[in-house]
């Protein structure tokens, strides 16, 4: 492919995520479905993520030189040219050669002009020193400043500027099949690994040679969770996960629980296929039902012996993995996931038996979303306590993790509650 065809191709999956607010992991993997060459599916995943990843900073870029925000549509292809640039070592004339020709192409005459002095410009442009301040935190780490703020305002300066240096792994985390391969047999195929607490670290090429119901990519954090939730519980429990799609940790809770009876829930139609997929590739038994996990379901109620609500958060502990999340949010988009955890929380508690947990967890590091939820939760709720987890990740009974704690952590939480009458 040539490249002028795989900088437009990367533009339009940009602009169906900045102006019509497309999804940016669906976007982009529909549009490689029709791209054989790896190495053009490489280039445009590269350039598609970094542009979306180094945002936020080339606003900053771009208003230094032009004073106010351009159209979308003409900030686009210049934060297009400022990746080249910055970011793939492209000579700074080439990358604005290209730029202004694409600029052209997709019909913006006009903007060229404009296009080709802040591409020429941008050189010049320092960001901001470490001064303590949540401006550097921005621009540097390319992180909204409402975020920032809100971050230093939780957590302080200090420990927010390692949560957003904290490097992601380019290694994939995967964990065997158990139902399928046993460890031994599986380290053996694996040849090439680093081992984690629960799972094992591999070359993103080493999936390709592994038969798909050997093992499933999953976080060393969302595997954690799912230890918590069951953690100290025999028997044969029944389990009802409420917020289920993709299906990552009923499956992986089966393959520990041996004898539970597993119920794998979502909202959308589409997220319960998922889930129907991933059950029948891991060759798992869980049963999947679609449910709204707002709305009472009567014969439901008093029967499980563990409720989870993994529900819809903001998403900032994984946000380097996905960089998606942070785009076009707003802080009321906060209060309304909030209000949706809360509701969620406030209908799950109804399932629950006398004797059994109320499990709750994100991937967020938002005390809104954490610990004040389980706050309000135990003030209105009397009946339920705080069942605490006994874990290296926090010491007040919950898991608080965060992605400085260590190679393959995300930023997650994790809390059960226990129903005594
Ligand atoms: C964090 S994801 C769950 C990930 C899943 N537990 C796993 O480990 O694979 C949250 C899920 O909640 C679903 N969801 C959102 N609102 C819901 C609702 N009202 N009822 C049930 N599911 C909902 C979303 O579709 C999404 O799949």
Redo the contacts with the bound molecule.
């Keep these: 492919m040539e490249s002028n065809e795989r900088i437009a191709i990367c533009y339009n999956l940009l602009c169906d995520v900045f102006i019509e607010g497309a999804y940016a992991s669906l976007q982009l993997n529909n549009c490689l479905n029709s791209i054989k060459d790896e190495k053009d599916k490489a280039y445009i995943t590269n350039l598609f993520y970094g542009v979306i990843e180094k945002s936020v900073q080339f606003d900053y870029i771009i208003r230094s030189i032009a004073g106010k925000k351009p159209k979308t549509s003409i900030e686009l292809l210049i934060k297009m040219g400022l990746y080249h640039i910055r970011c793939m070592s492209t000579p700074a004339y080439a990358a604005v050669n290209e730029i202004v020709k694409l600029t052209k192409q997709v019909g913006k005459v006009g903007a060229s002009g404009f296009v080709n002095a802040v591409l020429r410009r941008s050189e010049e442009v320092e960001l901001p020193k470490d001064d303590g301040g949540t401006k550097y935190l921005s621009v540097n780490f390319s992180v909204p400043l409402w975020i920032c703020d809100k971050l230093v305002s939780e957590y302080g300066y200090e420990f927010t500027k390692q949560f957003l240096s904290a490097q992601n792994n380019k290694l994939i985390h995967i964990r065997n099949n158990s139902r399928v391969i046993d460890k031994e047999e599986f380290e053996k195929l694996l040849g090439d690994f680093r081992k984690t607490q629960l799972g094992y670290f591999v070359e993103h090429d080493k999936l390709a040679s592994l038969n798909k119901s050997y093992y499933t990519v999953q976080s060393l954090s969302?595997m954690i969770a799912v230890n918590c939730y069951i953690q100290g519980v025999g028997g044969s429990p029944v389990v009802l996960?409420?917020?289920?799609?993709?299906?990552?940790?009923?499956v992986y809770l089966e393959e520990l629980a041996a004898g539970a009876s597993i119920y794998c829930?979502?909202?959308?139609p589409h997220?319960v296929e998922l889930i129907k997929k991933y059950v029948k590739r891991m060759k798992s038994d869980v049963k999947v039902i679609l449910?709204?996990?707002?709305v009472i379901f009567p014969e439901w109620i008093n029967k499980c012996d563990i409720v989870?609500c993994?529900?819809?958060?903001s998403g900032l502990g994984v946000y380097k993995n996905k960089p998606d999340v942070l785009l076009n949010k707003k802080p009321s988009d906060i209060e309304k996931l909030k209000r949706?955890q809360i509701n969620?929380l406030d209908n799950a508690k109804n399932y629950v038996k006398v004797g059994g947990l109320l499990c709750y967890s994100?991937?967020t590091v938002l005390k809104e979303e954490n610990e004040e939820n389980i706050a309000e939760f135990l003030r209105d709720n009397p009946q339920f306590t705080l069942e605490k987890i006994q874990s290296d990740f926090g010491d007040d009974g919950m898991v608080h993790l965060f992605p400085q704690m260590g190679e393959g952590f995300d930023g997650f939480f994790v809390a059960r509650m226990r129903r005594k009458q």
């Design positions: 969302s996960d409420l917020c289920g799609a993709p299906g990552g940790k009923s829930c979502d909202l959308h997220r449910n709204d996990a707002t989870i993994d529900v819809p958060c949706l969620i994100t991937c």
